[in-house]
């Protein structure tokens, strides 16, 4: 399974915080394990961003979110601030 | 009479010319970052 | 989905038919996925979250042509569109196309609270459109108000060709709190307290807006604190005159404060500022005459804002 089928089939989409979730909710196995790896390998791309421009970790999380989000195609869902699954 | 001429502290102003920049780099620098982390890790989004 | 009921009475000669209708409340939830079926699509980044729309008409077809009325009124309205969220949106308006072709369109909105990376309240537009058959169509403002950063700004009103839009009007700035106005700058140890009131000569066109020659001046005396942290401070050294401001801003009570504002469609901001009083606790308050040329990108600003804005709203939500 890619994350670019994953998307398009709506099973899981970008959070305001820079990280995947999972917008179904009985995902099947190897979305989990999709979502999981992917998250871990941001994590780690953010953790080299946030020391080589200096700032928190946070900043780069919350700042690629918003950039995520905007990015992201009609049909595709994005999580809203309450949490909600919203699709563009 | 003799005008006389008084000491005043030397009260008159101060002059202070500045040129102040302000840039907003916190938001250029963490742009610039996130452009090369998209290129280098496509894969991841 | 709409709900129309109506009704209509026809006479056929001569042939004049009145037709009625009344919508039933349509409910303006994500109402972004109904524009997107027409065309032009809704933009990507707006949302609706709330809102209820009413709507009623009424027409009259007859020998003389088409005449139409419309009636509106969209009640809470709530939305986002990228960076920019309004909540409170009330609109009403009316329109009428007579048989002569021509077509009149007035309306007002109010807005409570419209927020791109600090907060606009009380938003108040009154407007009107009319169209005239072989005429170019006028888009009349006929006020806007708002309140923001503890004053408020009103807006000549001012006419508009919507076939090429060029406008050309002025912003008064009404009582803004400094230590507001101060606050957007997000400058570690900076603060005031003082009153600022101004007039913006405010031009549109196809690049955008620009400000030439705007005035912003103090109303009455007021004071500013600047305690700079290590980096400005280390600054300080390198540079004497800077230095010397430093002392003189660490509490400076002013009598004058005056700002030139120059602004273009790039964001690009030239602040000359005259700031005129003294620091009580310096130079045994030895009276100075800071000239203070500021330049910044105030688009950038309302970016960093939206952005931090958004970092400490999170963090809050965290820890309450």
């Known amino acids: ?88 | 009479c003799t005008p006389t001429v008084q000491v005043a502290m030397p009260n008159e102003p101060i002059t202070i010319n500045l040129n102040v920049k302000i840039e907003h780099e916190i938001l250029v620098k963490v742009d610039r970052e996130i452009d090369s982390l998209l290129k280098e890790n496509s894969n991841l989004f | 989905a709409l709900k129309l009921q109506g009704r209509a009475s026809t006479r056929l000669s001569p042939f004049v038919s009145d037709i009625h209708w009344q919508a039933s409340p349509l409910s303006l939830q994500q109402a972004e996925r109904l524009w997107n079926r027409y065309y032009p699509p809704a933009p990507p980044e707006l949302s609706v979250s709330a809102g209820v729309l009413h709507h009623n008409g009424s027409a009259n077809i007859s020998s003389r042509g088409l005449a139409l009325r419309l009636e509106q009124h969209t009640d809470q309205l709530a939305a986002r569109w990228g960076a920019l969220e309004l909540q409170g949106l009330n609109w009403q308006s009316s329109t009428e196309l007579r048989h002569s072709g021509q077509l009149l369109h007035q309306g007002q909105v109010q807005v409570e609270r419209l927020d791109t990376g600090f907060p606009l309240q009380a938003i108040a537009l009154d407007y009107g459109y009319r169209q005239t058959p072989a005429q170019t169509p006028v888009l009349q403002l006929n006020s806007l108000t708002a309140q923001l950063l503890g004053g408020a700004l009103a807006l000549d009103s001012v006419a508009i060709n919507p076939l090429s839009p060029t406008l050309s009007t002025e912003l008064r700035l009404q009582q803004l709190q400094l230590a507001k106005v101060l606050e957007l700058q997000q400058q570690e140890g900076l603060s005031g307290e003082g009153l600022l009131s101004g007039r913006l000569p405010l031009t549109f066109d196809a690049s955008g807006f620009q400000v030439r020659d705007g005035l912003i001046a103090s109303e009455g005396p007021g004071e500013i604190r600047f305690a700079p942290d290590a980096k400005v401070a280390a600054l300080g050294q390198a540079h004497q005159g800077m230095a010397m401001a430093l002392k003189a801003l660490k509490n400076f009570q002013y009598e004058a404060l005056s700002v030139k504002l120059q602004y273009d469609a790039s964001g690009a901001a030239l602040m000359n500022t005259r700031l005129q009083g003294r620091n009580p606790d310096w130079n045994n308050g030895r009276p100075v005459d800071f000239s203070i040329n500021i330049e910044q990108n105030l688009l950038k600003l309302m970016q960093t804002l939206q952005f931090t804005d958004k970092l400490t709203e999170s963090i809050e939500k965290r820890y309450r």
Do not use: C, F, H, M
Not at chain 1, 33 to 54: C, F, M
């Open chain 1, 1 to 88: 399974l890619s994350l670019d089928d994953a998307k398009s089939q709506g099973l899981v989409g970008e959070r305001s915080n820079g990280y995947l979730g999972i917008v179904v909710n009985n995902p099947s196995a190897d979305v989990k394990t999709l979502v999981a790896d992917i998250n871990s390998k941001r994590k780690q791309a953010y953790q080299e961003s946030a020391s080589s421009a200096g700032v928190e970790l946070q900043i780069i999380e919350l700042r690629i979110g918003q950039r995520l989000q905007q990015k992201t195609g009609g049909g595709q869902y994005i999580q809203t601030e309450g949490g909600a699954w919203q699709r563009k």
